[in-house]
């Protein structure tokens, strides 16, 4: 199975900061990377497909980069409906796997 | 637009077998439009990240995590536009958020709000 790690675990952010979270890929998953969004009791958000292409209806203020191996989410400025917890996942190859999440939480 | 959603018991003994349905409403399963979607079962572990059970696509083709060792089944029912999920033998390890969804090859955007079963005598 292909192994994603992301960096950090958590993180504490002001309001209008800029966060990058990264995610490794244990073998390349070309640019076969999404990332998604995640609050309690609510169905996961897609954000981030194909590592770079936002998805529609998503705020410009997130991105996405790399290829191979390694990527990042950014969220450009902070907003408050934007503290949640982030995953990548790649659906390069079976099994589709999910890294562990990067909590994002208010300072 | 797509919505999806979640169904079945909320308890299951352990060594029974856990089934869960997916209702889709805003697409047809069945209709040629439908061809190219996948319909996946995802699961969250309490506190823990997601796992990917596995997907069915047009023509009934489906991928499992091979960590689920055989236990598991999904199967699509057009003329109800649900498709399912059935696992085997299930110990506590299988309580969890389950997830229903549908995507393409390689992007999963449309996700059910999720319904908790937990394993438990």
């Known amino acids: 199975d292909i192994r994603l790690t992301q960096s950090p675990s958590s993180l504490s952010a002001s309001l209008r900061d800029r966060v990058t979270i990264t995610c490794r890929a244990s073998q390349s998953v070309d640019s076969h990377l999404s990332w998604y969004q995640v609050k309690s009791g609510k169905a996961p958000k897609l954000l981030i497909y194909s590592a770079s292409n936002l998805q529609s209806g998503v705020p410009a203020r997130f991105s996405g980069s790399g290829s191979g191996t390694d990527f990042t989410l950014t969220i450009a400025t902070l907003e408050p409906e934007d503290f949640a917890t982030y995953y990548c996942q790649q659906s390069d190859t079976i099994p589709w796997t999910f890294g562990p999440g990067t909590k994002v939480e208010i300072k | 637009q797509v919505q999806l959603q979640e169904s079945g018991p909320g308890l299951v003994k352990p060594s029974q077998t856990l089934s869960l349905t997916c209702t889709v409403s805003?697409?047809?399963?069945?209709?040629?439009?439908?061809?190219?979607?996948?319909w996946s079962w995802i699961r969250q572990h309490p506190g823990k990240g997601l796992e990917w059970i596995g997907y069915?696509?047009?023509?009934?083709?489906?991928k499992y995590n091979p960590s689920l060792k055989g236990r598991v089944t999904i199967s699509v029912d057009t003329s109800k536009n649900q498709f399912s999920l059935r696992l085997t033998s299930v110990t506590a390890a299988d309580t969890a958020v389950y997830y229903c969804?549908?995507?393409?090859?390689?992007?999963?955007?449309?996700w059910g709000q999720g319904t908790l079963v937990t394993v438990s005598s």
């Open positions: 069915i696509y047009y023509g009934g083709t489906t």
């Open positions: 805003g697409v047809s399963m069945g209709s040629s439009d439908s061809t190219g979607y996948y």
């Open positions: 969804a549908k995507g393409g090859a390689t992007v999963t955007p449309d």
